[in-house]
């Protein structure tokens, strides 16, 4: 990985921060995209601590498009080139929320604004030697079928369903978006990876600090971040994976998705939808 630029969303704890340590030991510049400064600049000064890694701290907000946009344009501005980029930022809801522009929270956190992350960042990895995009998902996607007249789960919102709703659109884009590259030859590769089970801070109320015993009891029953890293990171930097694209990876394998996940006429009408809910022209229209 040595010269090759990557961006880590959700970088600054769990499977974010894990994968961001690994990918600089292989020695890649890596981009920590964070929400939270304060909690951006203690990941930035842990992971610093080690010689030899190379990180850049930079903001950006998923639950806002105007941030995401803002992003974009000053990484482009700052780097000129994206090899990889990892879409692992995520959320899971307590209750329905909507987001600056109006949708539904982990919609917009899980999926559409790592979406827009990516068409926007697209010519950067376009012009690497061989791009690629790594989507996090989860096994979670199993759980119902895209609601595609009902993306902001407007009606009947669960928050664990809202949350298998939006991995499944990830992985939906993954399959869309694969085969667009697939048709006009492009060296750029997506894939979906499900990291596992993971003992993470997804379940801690950021606010109040709730639910952090249920946080404890994680680390005693699942994955670290570590192991949860693994396949991310495998996606990255693996070079026998250069022509791998629309997959879904658990434990650096190929593995089954559900049956819905695997519509491509419904990945290409949520893709589309996308392009339309963001306000972009399809980059890749012929």
Known sequence: ???????????????????????????????????????????????????????????????????????????????????????NAGILGRHRAETKQGFEMSFEVNYLGAFLLTMLLLPLLEKSG?????????????????????LNYTRGYNRFAAYGHSKLCCLLFTRALAEKLRARSSRVTVNAVHPGIVATDIVVNRAN??????????????????????????LASEPTLHDVS???????????????????????????????LCGLDDPLKS
């Not at 061989?130 to 009902?150: E, F, I, K, P, Y």
């Not at 996940?261 to 949520?270: D, E, G, I, K, T």
């Open 130 to 150: 061989q791009g690629r995009v790594v989507m996090t998902t989860s096994v979670a996607h199993g759980w119902g079928d895209v609601r595609l007249n009902d």
């Open 209 to 234: 600090g709730r639910f952090q015993w249920v946080a404890r009891l994680m680390k005693i029953l699942f994955m670290t971040s570590d192991e949860g890293a693994k396949t991310n990171v495998y």
């Open 1 to 87: 990985m040595k010269g090759k630029v990557v961006i880590v969303t959700g970088a600054n704890a769990g499977i974010g921060k894990a994968t961001a340590a690994r990918l600089a030991d292989l020695g890649a510049t890596v981009v920590l995209a964070c929400r939270c400064k304060e909690r951006g600049e203690a990941a930035l000064s842990e992971l610093s601590c080690v010689n030899g890694r190379c990180f850049d701290l930079m903001a950006l907000d998923l639950a806002d498009q105007g941030s995401i946009r803002a992003f974009a344009e000053a990484f482009t501005k700052k780097y000129g080139r994206l090899d990889v980029l990892i879409n």
């Open 246 to 276: 629309g997959e879904y990876f658990y434990r650096c394998k190929i593995e089954p998705s559900s049956a819905e996940s695997r519509n491509l006429a419904s990945a290409n009408r949520l893709y589309d939808t996308s392009l339309r």
